[in-house]
């Protein structure tokens, strides 16, 4: 059974920077597609906006419009980690982001009902 366990959340101003870390048992981390989520307050689970992922197979790397150029994501197949390095966050960053993975190594799909494993999630808030 896959588990996935995020840390490194917190308060940040504006600017600031945060790196996420998401530890990933009961799988290596390559052999699924794996990603970074977000809900933002107010919204519900079902409207979680996907921010970054990497694919199993070729380690492809994709990002929203939203995060691009600021949000970089890695993993570390020896540790079993994914890792989400933020910088320049600004307010609307504000969310609860989750870990979570695709079932499947190939390519990677941004719908929010496509990630079938999920953590319970880290808080990122960022002032103004």
């Known amino acids: 059974q896959v588990q996935l366990l995020e840390s490194g959340g917190g308060l940040v101003q504006a600017g600031g920077s945060l790196r996420l870390s998401c530890a990933v048992s009961g799988r290596p981390v390559n052999s699924y597609t794996m990603g970074w989520l977000r809900q933002a307050p107010g919204k519900e689970r079902e409207e979680r906006e996907f921010v970054a992922g990497v694919s199993g197979i070729g380690s492809r790397k994709y990002y929203s419009d939203a995060v691009k150029g600021r949000f970089t994501i890695s993993t570390d197949n020896d540790k079993n980690m994914v890792y989400l390095q933020m910088s320049s966050l600004n307010p609307e960053d504000t969310a609860e982001y989750y870990c979570?993975?695709?079932?499947?190594?190939?390519?990677?799909?941004?719908?929010?009902?496509?990630?079938?494993?999920w953590g319970q999630g880290t808080q990122v808030t960022v002032s103004s």
């Open positions: 979570a993975a695709q079932t499947t190594s190939w390519g990677l799909s941004r719908q929010q009902s496509a990630w079938s494993i």
